[in-house]
C-alpha cells in the first residue's frame, strides 16, 4: 500500500512539475501561472509525503523524490517539445518553452541532486564520481541518474527496516549479556574516537542493550606485547566496573592477540568468552613469501615510515615489523604450539570469504589473488584454512560474485550488503552469549 501511494505521490508531483515548466499552461492566465508555480515549489520543499524514521534517512527521501519526479517531468516535457515541433507554428513560443522548462528542471534536478549527495551513505565514491563524470554525456546521465536513484531507495528501506527493528525490541535487550563485551581491533589501526573501527556495529549492540568497551591497545606490535596490553586492558576494566569478566569479540590479529592475553597469568578468570573474526590462526602463506621476497631494506624503510606516523597518532612503540612478521604461517605454527586454550573459557571463531577478487574493496580486491595462490578461498586476506578455532566455529559467505570480504566483518566500508546484514549478524551473535548465560 506504501508503495503505491509512493509512486502515485511521484507521478502527481512530476505532472506538477511539468505543469508549472509548460509555458502554453502559464499563458492561460495569472491566476493559473501564479498557482502552478506556488505548488511547485512546494513541491520542491516537500516532494514526498511518506518518509522514513531519521533526519537523514528523511533528507535522502526527499532528495530521491526529487530525481525520480524530474525524470518523470523531463519525459513529459521532451515529448511536448516533439509535439511542439509539429503542431506549433510559432518557434518564439516553443523557445520561451523550452528555456522555462529547462530552468525549472534544473530546479528539481540539483535540489535532489544535492541532498542525495550530501546525506546518502551508500552512493560511495564509485557512483558519486560516475554521477559527475556521466553528467554530461546524453543518455549515460539518464543510466547514471538511475544508478544513483536505485542505490537511495535501497538504502532509505534497507535502514528503515533496521531502525524498526530496534524500536520493536527494544524492551527485550537482548544483548544485554551478563558480562560487557570488550571489541579488540586487528592490526595497523586504533581505536580513534570519531573514527570506529567496527563501523556501525557498536551502535547497533549498544541499541539492543549491549555495553562495549574498547582494547585501546597499539595498532602494530607483536602478538605478546599487544597480548599483555590487552590484559592490562581486562584488568582495568574489570576493576572500574566490577563485572568479574567480559566477552572478547576480536578480529583479525586482534584474535591472536587475545588468545595471547589469556596466557597471562590471572586474565583467564575475568574473561568468560573469545569470539574470534577473520582471525588468521594459522598464518598466512603469503606473508611468509612476501618477508622472503622483499629486500630488507625496503622493509625498514616502510617500518620506519609506519612507526613514526602512528607515534605522532598515539602509539607508544609502534612496531611494524613484529607485527608483520607474526602473521607469518610460520610463526603462527610456533605460536599454537606454545599457547594452549585457557580452561573455563569457551572460544567459537567465525571467518568469511570473498566469490570472486572484484567482491571486496581496494586493498582487498589485490591481495586477494597472492592469498587465493598461497592460502586457496580467502577473505582478501586469510586464508579459508586458517580461521577455525574453538568449540564453534562458522564461515560466511552470499550468493553471486560478491562474497564477504575481510574488511566487510568489521562494517569497514560501512557498506549494505543485501544478503548479510553485519550489525544484526554482531546482534545476533551478542545475543546467542547472552541466552548461553554470558
Not at 25 to 49: H, K
Not at 109 to 132: A, E, P
Not at 281 to 287: D, K, L, P, S
Request: contains cysteine; proline residues 3%.
Amino acid at each position: 500500500m506504501k508503495r503505491n501511494a509512493r509512486v502515485l505521490n511521484y507521478i502527481c508531483c512530476g505532472g506538477i512539475v511539468f505543469a508549472a515548466s509548460n509555458f502554453y499552461v502559464l499563458c492561460q492566465g495569472m491566476a493559473a501561472t501564479v498557482l502552478l508555480l506556488t505548488v511547485y515549489f512546494m513541491v520542491n520543499i516537500v516532494p514526498v509525503l511518506i518518509l522514513p524514521k531519521t533526519k537523514r534517512l528523511k533528507t535522502c527521501a526527499r532528495g530521491n523524490a526529487l530525481l525520480i519526479e524530474f525524470l518523470i517531468s523531463t519525459a513529459l516535457s521532451v515529448s511536448l517539445f516533439f509535439w511542439s515541433l509539429v503542431n506549433v507554428p510559432d518557434w518564439k513560443i516553443i523557445l520561451a518553452n523550452t528555456l522555462i522548462a529547462i530552468v525549472l528542471e534544473a530546479i528539481v534536478f540539483w535540489n535532489g541532486i544535492i541532498r542525495v549527495y550530501l546525506r546518502s551513505l551508500q552512493l560511495g565514491i564509485k557512483i558519486r564520481v560516475i554521477g559527475v563524470v556521466c553528467g554530461l554525456i546524453p543518455v549515460a546521465q539518464l543510466v547514471a541518474l538511475g544508478m544513483i536513484i536505485q542505490t537511495v531507495s535501497r538504502e532509505i528501506a534497507y535502514e528503515n527496516r533496521r531502525i524498526l527493528l530496534d524500536e520493536e525490541r527494544t524492551d527485550l535487550q537482548i544483548c544485554a549479556t551478563r558480562y560487557p563485551v570488550l571489541m579488540v581491533h586487528g592490526v595497523f589501526f586504533r581505536d580513534f574516537r570519531y573514527l570506529n573501527y567496527w563501523g556501525r556495529i557498536p551502535d547497533a549492540l549498544q541499541k539492543n542493550g549491549a555495553k562495549i568497551f574498547y582494547g585501546n591497545h597499539q595498532s602494530a606490535a607483536s602478538i605478546d606485547q599487544s597480548g599483555q596490553e590487552i590484559a592490562e586492558r581486562i584488568l582495568q576494566i574489570v576493576r572500574e566496573t566490577g563485572c568479574e569478566k567480559v566477552n572478547i569479540i576480536a578480529h583479525s590479529k586482534g584474535g591472536l592477540d587475545c588468545r595471547s592475553a589469556l596466557s597471562n597469568p590471572g586474565i583467564a578468570k575475568h574473561v568468560a568468552t573469545l569470539t574470534t573474526v577473520n582471525t588468521p590462526h594459522r598464518g598466512c602463506e603469503f606473508a611468509d613469501y612476501l618477508l622472503s621476497k622483499v629486500p630488507k631494506a625496503e622493509q625498514d624503510v616502510v617500518a620506519v615510515a609506519y612507526n613514526a606516523a602512528m607515534k605522532r597518532l598515539g602509539d607508544p612503540n609502534p612496531d611494524f615489523m613484529a607485527a608483520v612478521t607474526n602473521l607469518t604461517a610460520s610463526y603462527c605454527k610456533a605460536f599454537n604450539e606454545r599457547i594452549m586454550d585457557a580452561q573455563g573459557v569457551y572460544y567459537q571463531s567465525i571467518g568469511s570469504k570473498l566469490n570472486k577478487a572484484s567482491g571486496g574493496r581496494f586493498p582487498m580486491n589485490f591481495t586477494y589473488y597472492l592469498a587465493h595462490y598461497f592460502d586457496g578461498a580467502n577473505d582478501g586476506l586469510v586464508g579459508e584454512d586458517s580461521f577455525p578455532w574453538g568449540a564453534d566455529y562458522r564461515l560466511l559467505t552470499v550468493n553471486g560474485k560478491r562474497g564477504i570480504s575481510h574488511g566487510d566483518m568489521i562494517d569497514l566500508n560501512r557498506q549494505n550488503i543485501e544478503e548479510f546484514d553485519v550489525r544484526e549478524f554482531y546482534v545476533q551473535l551478542v545475543a546467542d552469549l547472552k541466552k548461553r548465560g554470558f
